[in-house]
T-cell receptor, first 114, second 112 residues
Framework: DTGVSQDPRHKITKRGQNVTFRCDPI?????LYWYRQTLGQGPEFLTY????????KSRLLSDRFSAERPKGSFSTLEIQRTEQGDSAMYLC????????????FGQGTRLTVV | AQSVTQLGSHVSVSEGALVLLRCNYS??????LFWYVQYPNQGLQLLLK??????LVKGINGFEAEFKKSETSFHLTKPSAHMSDAAEYFC??????????FGAGTTVTVRA
């Protein structure tokens, strides 16, 4: 297993466009998380899945954001009508649901909205 | 609810000197505590974690941290800094839902 993969690594888009990011978790992990990190800050929780069920969404996740995890495998995060404030690093992580298990992070997708 | 405060946004140490990064947490349930390291334009890599049991936790690259419940602290140390330790370090806490709450991070620079 090569770990958590995210695609693309970088995305530049014009304001108002839609973007979609993909995350492939570690195959045996049933929990998948999305975080957003802005410059000089720690990652902030956006949402998480237990298998295919989206169990929690942060209030940071406005109506323009939607995440899916069909069949409990890979996940996508879509941002509609992007705004300059959406510029950030979007990090995906996965973990098992065993007691005390840690989250393994992907390398992130850097979004720049111009 | 859980939260983390990292004291000091920047730490500069000489090569071979002690590295000490401070982290205090708040948690309404027994916490799980983590330290992650992030290199520029990379994801986060786990250094070490505390879940239960021994309060002194050893991690990778010579780092260790001690869980002190009475002080609600989980400070990270390394006896002798190496140039490769230059990075950003994040303390994080989670509860039963495994959702991580991160501190704002501490940037470590190592002087030759």
């Amino acid at each position: 297993d090569t770990g958590v993969s995210q695609d693309p690594r970088h995305k530049i888009t014009k304001r108002g466009q839609n973007v979609t990011f993909r995350c492939d978790p570690i195959s045996e992990h049933n929990r998948l998380y999305w975080y957003r990190q802005t410059l000089g800050q720690g990652p902030e929780f956006l949402t998480y899945f237990q298998n295919e069920a989206q169990l929690e969404k942060s209030r940071l996740l406005s109506d323009r954001f939607s995440a899916e995890r069909p069949k409990g495998s890979f996940s996508t995060l879509e941002i509609q009508r992007t705004e300059q404030g959406d510029s950030a690093m979007y990090l995906c992580a996965s973990s098992s649901d065993a007691y005390g298990s840690e989250a393994f992070f992907g390398q992130g997708t850097r979004l720049t909205v111009v | 609810a859980q939260s983390v405060t990292q004291l000091g946004s920047h730490v500069s140490v000489s090569e071979g000197a002690l590295v000490l990064l401070r982290c205090n947490y708040s948690s309404s349930v027994p916490p799980y505590l983590f330290w992650y390291v992030q290199y520029p334009n990379q994801g986060l890599q786990l250094l070490l974690k505390y879940t239960t049991g021994a309060t002194l936790v050893k991690g990778i690259n010579g780092f260790e941290a001690e869980f002190k419940k009475s002080e609600t602290s989980f400070h990270l140390t390394k006896p002798s800094a190496h140039m490769s330790d230059a990075a950003e370090y994040f303390c994080a806490v989670s509860g039963d839902d495994y959702k991580l709450s991160f501190g704002a991070g501490t940037t470590v620079t190592v002087r030759a």
